[in-house]
T-cell receptor, first 111, second 116 residues
Framework: AQSVSQHNHHVILSEAASLELGCNYSYGGTVNLFWYVQYPGQHLQLLLKYFSGDPLVKGIKGFEAEFIKSKFSFNLRKPSVQWSDTAEYFCAVRGNNRLAFGKGNQVVVIP | SAVISQKPSRDICQRGTSLTIQCQVDSQVTMMFWYRQQPGQSLTLIATANQGSEATYESGFVIDKFPISRPNLTFSTLTVSNMSPEDSSIYLC?????????????FGPGTRLTVT
């Protein structure tokens, strides 16, 4: 079964700062990779996804993620965060028809 | 994408009782999933429910505790049986939606369960 690791569970930063959230996974087969976001009081939303092709994928709201196969990583980035990016971010890996989640990163952006 | 609704959105229940959570999707889907998100934890897959067959449970989850129904391609229920405070959690329904040949998963708003 696959597993997902996310570090730095709590992240606090100021508006306009850059954000990078790490995600590492373990799985022996072909994977699809996702980042989900959960804004306060809202349900999980798909932020971006990687299936194949260009390892640098762009999602909504200026987020991007890079798949590095050799490092089993799929890190999320945003060059300049806004207060509205305050949310919990989950990395997820799909393999064998199952979606496994990391523990999430609670991101707080201070105006 | 798929639009998913869940009922109830939240409930407070006494230990020893059972609660059935409903999940409704606006389109026909093959695979539906039930997850649990305990306080401060990530999402954990409980089971996969395909229409016309018994649900497949993940390690640590059993049918007697979490019976699931999947009567058609747009609806599923999850029952949390003989509840204890440790069952306090958010329960989420999720479905697969195929986009350009690959599967994405969409999530419902969740049911927040508190067991006293």
């Amino acid at each position: 079964a696959q597993s997902v690791s996310q570090h730095n569970h709590h992240v606090i930063l100021s508006e306009a700062a850059s954000l990078e959230l790490g995600c590492n996974y373990s799985y022996g087969g072909t994977v699809n990779l996702f980042w989900y976001v959960q804004y306060p009081g809202q349900h999980l939303q798909l932020l971006l996804k990687y299936f194949s092709g260009d390892p640098l994928v762009k999602g909504i709201k200026g987020f991007e993620a890079e798949f590095i196969k050799s490092k089993f990583s799929f890190n999320l980035r945003k060059p300049s965060v806004q207060w509205s990016d305050t949310a919990e971010y989950f990395c997820a890996v799909r393999g064998n028809n199952r979606l496994a989640f990391g523990k999430g990163n609670q991101v707080v952006v201070i105006p | 994408s798929a639009v998913i609704s869940q009922k109830p959105s939240r409930d407070i229940c006494q230990r020893g009782t059972s609660l059935t959570i409903q999940c409704q999707v606006d389109s026909q889907v093959t695979m539906m999933f039930w997850y649990r998100q305990q306080p401060g934890q990530s999402l954990t897959l409980i089971a996969t429910a395909n229409q016309g067959s018994e649900a497949t449970y993940e390690s640590g989850f059993v049918i007697d505790k979490f019976p699931i129904s999947r009567p058609n391609l747009t609806f599923s229920t999850l029952t949390v049986s003989n509840m204890s405070p440790e069952d306090s959690s958010i329960y989420l329904c999720s479905v697969d939606s195929r986009a350009s040949g690959d599967y994405e998963q969409y999530f419902g708003p969740g049911t927040r369960l508190t067991v006293t």
